[in-house]
């Protein structure tokens, strides 16, 4: 409901602060007194356009501010929405604050909970708070698009709509994954010799892990093959055959020392230590030997070495930083090729899993538009009794439920009998007028405005208050050329709306008037030489008065 309003700088509202009560509040005043300012303010909370000349003549911007509290099964709805606008919403006081400034020279700013937003995102959330009835542009129920949820909402179980929804979502997944797969037979066979090369190519190389590492260091001892050997031919020249070498020395000196060591034995460990050393140095000696004879420059070798390594370079620069990347790609080139060679296989397979999610979306959107189509028969007596009530009996609101018939671009994935399938079934939901015995049924958003309409919209509001999901009704013109016993009737239908909507009406009638919860009077003064626009909420006997 809508708690809480003030206009500031609004054309004669210079500043009006309106607390409004739950169920029915009137708003009653003399022609021109500004109450019609009132409704379009509010309409602007519901995300209307916005014009330059609204400001107050010498105000810089006019200013439109409301407190709303959704009731309890608006309450997630509304929550869902907000977060999807990366909005706001506090948990502890479930309170949504609107706040709409209009600029002298035609801007307009929205803030939603503080947080500055567009137009656009308040009309997707004020779709939810208020709706306008007397003002055409601003009436949810004229909208077509709204017309198969708010149906679904009176009679047809939720059950069933999820039921679709979720059909729905398993037949586009299928039909996705078919159409995903579906390559041209050209484009498949080029695909599959591209793979098929590249796949033979890269086992045609036998690549190892660990290979590259191997083949740098043995291209490094081929290129330092002369070094190498030159070095082990030294060392075992200076170690053990060349004359005066390190064994002979050791030789000698162990001589020396073992003469002595009688003199003193502390010289028994060195003479030992010299002796383990001369060892080592004939061991090592060998060792050089060898390895000098096995090292030889083999410019073939290292012809194959770099070549082997050219060749891994190539396939790392087209498939992989390392030989490991390359044998991954490998693997994933070749899962690839599998599944093009059995495509046809899965192909025919997608067909089935296919047919079967289409037929089973198909057999729900039935159901559905046979529920929608005795729902359409409930509201359209419904509708009928309650305009008779308004003095309308010649008047009919009829439903319209009617297939939506596939388009040539829609294809055969997601159509059904030639119906096209969406998340809410295969129906175009709209509702239509009569408005006299002989005429032809006109769309609600084709109808003129006015007092009619807005008595029509009362009729639908009222059979449709369980399932419309708006917090706020706002009527204007409702009492336009009616009076005695009908204002009375239309006075106790709004007041049966109010029951489990807030309803804020504009009226003339005493008959209305005297249904509301709560009653403001609207009123001009001068003050200062200027005209002002004054709301009073009104006592039990200033209410009689009135």
Known sequence: MLKHLRITNFAILSDVALDLAPGFNVLSGETGAGKSLIVDAVALLRGGRASADIPRAGADEAVVEAIFEPSSDLADLARE???G??????ESSPEILVRRVISAKGRSRVHINGGLTTAAALAEIGSLLVDLAG??????LVDPSRHAEILDAFGVPPDL???VQVAYERARAAAGALEGGDV?????AEREDFLCFQVEEIDGAELKEGEEQELLAERDRLRAAGKLGACARRGEEALYSREGAVVDVLSTLVKEIEALVHVDPRLAGPKQQVEEARLLCEDAAVVLRRYGDSVAEDPERLAEVEERLHLISRLCKKHGATVGDVLNKRARLAAELAELQAHESRRAELARELDVAREQAA??????????????????AATSEALAELGMGSARVMVQVEPRLARETDGDALVAGGRRLSPRGWD????????NKGEEPRPLAKVASGGELSRIMLALKLCLRHADMVGTYVFDEVDAGIGGGTAEVVGRLIRRVAETRQVICVTHLPQIAAMGNAHFRVEKAERDGRTETKVTRLS???????
Do not use: Y
């Open 135 to 140: 003002q055409h542009e601003h009436q949810g």
């Open 81 to 83: 929405r907000l977060f």
């Open 363 to 380: 057999l729900a959107a039935a159901e559905l538009s046979d529920a929608r189509k005795h729902a359409a028969f409930r509201l359209e």
């Open 540 to 546: 039990p006997g200033e209410r009689r008065e009135e």
């Open 428 to 435: 175009r939901v709209e509702f239509l007028l009569c408005a």
């Open 161 to 163: 709509s999820t039921r």
């Open 85 to 90: 606008l990366g909005l706001s919403f506090d």
């Open 184 to 188: 041209s037979a050209r484009s498949r």
